[in-house]
């Protein structure tokens, strides 16, 4: 198991519910030893002009998919500084 702190997908969802993951519809669905999943609607939150998927929502998506993995795993929750590591 690689995470260090205790998460659940009520933890991670709730952790979105007022920000750019609350806005966009990400929603996590699956979140065990090894992997986090995550989907988000492709509607007019998400679309750019022409009705196709934004770039950007795609990259909001990764980030925070991302980001979510790497909470429970790093040793102190990156709030300031340089969440990256030591510098």
Do not use: C
Not at 30 to 56: C, K, S, W, Y
């Amino acid at each position: 198991m690689i995470w260090r702190r205790e998460a659940t997908l009520a933890a991670l969802n709730k952790m979105g519910a007022n920000n750019m993951v609350g806005h966009v519809g990400i929603e996590f669905t699956r979140f065990d030893d090894n992997e986090i999943e995550a989907t988000m609607p492709v509607d007019e939150r998400t679309r750019q002009p022409f009705g196709l998927l934004h770039g950007g929502a795609s990259v909001v998506l990764a980030g925070n998919v991302g980001l979510g993995g790497r909470l429970p795993v790093h040793r102190r929750r990156p709030e300031s500084g340089w969440p990256g590591g030591e510098r």
